[in-house]
């Protein structure tokens, strides 16, 4: 008897080790809600993936916009569309259909794909910032410092950054013993949210996350305030008014953008880590819907509202579109 139970105890913790799926019960508190969340959500998506892909089509189909600068943009762009293609379409499911299954290796790719993305949007946020440190205080040697080879490397540089940081997160989290109820009170998976089904310890899942935070987007925060610094004091000592503000023009929209970006997901963590007792978990967690769709939808409407080449580029596609179909 003894036998058959140790047996039996070793089948347990075996199974226990690796769940089938999870379950994402979208808002917690607000499921009579979902339906009407899902009507701004789905708006603000289809809004997010229509402007970014007017964007690429008009960085790509114009000549005059294959610069260092407007390449960076069409990868923020196309960051953009996945991350919130990443998480979307399983939310919009979950709200209409209650489709809230999910396979275990399904939701560790998920939660690979949106922490790998917004690494890799903070990356090429940086790289936009050095793009205009080198146009405002080196513009005389910017055409050689970015060359296409140079952001060849920076693109490269870039996707194997936020893959060396964020592919260990699935080992970490397979380790993990499973013995738990398979429910996460979210609309989609993260790192800590599956961590935290396990009965294991999961201290090496914390500080690996939070150093892989500050590694990457901490670095990337502290390196563009720097290049903003050098820009600001190379900006003030132009002789010219006029200058100056031209100058400055062409950092707003870089800089809305980057206030877009970090400003909610600083909030978002801090919230979390301090005000976790006084803030509802269904304001994070509709908090961290909106941020996957939000910025997304903005980024298009700044730079096409506030760059003259953008606009410039897209009425040309669209007249040569209606010439065409003529």
Known sequence: MALLSANSTAAVNSSDTRMACCLLIGIPGLEHLHIWLSIPLCTMYVAALVGNGILICVILSQ???????????SMLASADVLLSTSTMPKALANFWLGSSHISFDGCLTQMFFIHFLFVADSAVLLAMAFDRYVAICSPLRYATILTRTVIGKIVTATLTRSFIIMFPSIFLLKRLHYCRINI???????????????????????????????????????????????????????????????????????????????????????????????????????????????????????????????????????????????
């Open 63 to 73: 000549s005059s916009l294959h610069e260092p600068m407007y390449i960076f943009l």
């Open 184 to 326: 996460i009170a979210h609309t989609f998976c993260e790192h800590m949210g599956i961590a935290r089904l396990s009965c294991s310890d999961i201290s090496i899942n914390v500080w690996y996350g939070l150093a892989a935070a500050l590694l990457s987007t901490g670095l990337d925060i502290i390196l563009i305030a720097v290049s903003y610094i050098h820009i600001l004091r190379a900006v003030f000592r132009l002789p010219s008014r006029d200058a100056r503000s031209k100058a400055l023009s062409t950092c707003g929209s870089h800089v809305c953008v980057i206030l877009l970006f970090y400003v909610p997901a600083l909030f978002s963590v801090f919230a979390y880590r301090f005000g976790g007792r006084h803030i509802p978990h269904s304001v994070h967690i509709l908090l961290a819907n909106l941020y996957v769709v939000i910025p997304p939808m903005l980024n298009p409407i700044i730079y096409g509202v506030r760059t003259k080449q953008i606009l410039e580029g897209a009425k040309e596609m669209f007249s040569n579109l209606a010439k065409e179909s003529k």
